[in-house]
Structure formats: C-alpha cells, structure tokens
C-alpha cells in the first residue's frame, strides 16, 4: 500500500458527547466519492482499520454524504513516497 488515511476520531473519544465518528474502520458508509451518488468502485479499499487509496488505483476523491456547519474535524493519515493528497472542506 502506497499510503493511507483514517477519518474519524480515536477509539477512546468515540462515545464522546456531539462527536460524530465519520469512519468505524469497517465500513465507509459515512462516504462517497466526489460528484459520485456512492463509494468508488476501484480505487479504495479498507485495510487493517484504514481507508486506503491504492497507487493508480482511480475512483478519486472522498466527500461525506451529509454536509456539516460547525465542526471540529479530527484525523490520522499517512502518505507514501511521492504522494499529493490534502484535505478540502467546505465544498458544495
């Protein structure tokens, strides 16, 4: 794997009050690929609790299903050599 990306917020802190977890580690529900009605086809998969993005995998960027106002948004991520990736919020 090239790299990886855990959404969501530590396992601990999951039960915390107005805390959403976006990401249980098993399914990506939370999800859906950008100007897409679900998850990518190719492209991601869930490895060992991860979302990860295979290299040359496809099915391009992720996007929450629901839109969010006022947040905190807490993540874990890891990228291999060469990678560009960032995170974008506030999209419509």
């Known amino acids: 794997t090239d790299g990886w990306l ?3 917020v ?6 915390a009050p107005g805390w959403k ?4 580690g098993k399914t990506p529900e ?3 690929g950008f100007r897409q009605p679900g998850f990518p086809d190719k492209g991601w998969v869930i490895e060992a609790g991860c979302l ?3 290299k040359n ?4 960027d992720l996007v929450t299903r629901e839109s969010y106002g006022d947040f905190e948004f807490e993540f874990e991520w890891k990228l291999g050599a ?4 960032g995170v974008k919020y506030l999209l419509s």
């Open 6 to 8: 855990t959404l969501g």
């Open 10 to 15: 530590r396992a601990d802190e999951a039960a």
């Open 21 to 24: 977890v976006l990401f249980d």
């Open 30 to 32: 939370h999800w859906r």
């Open 52 to 54: 990860v993005h295979l």
């Open 57 to 60: 995998g496809g099915g391009g």
């Open 82 to 85: 060469g990678a560009n990736s």
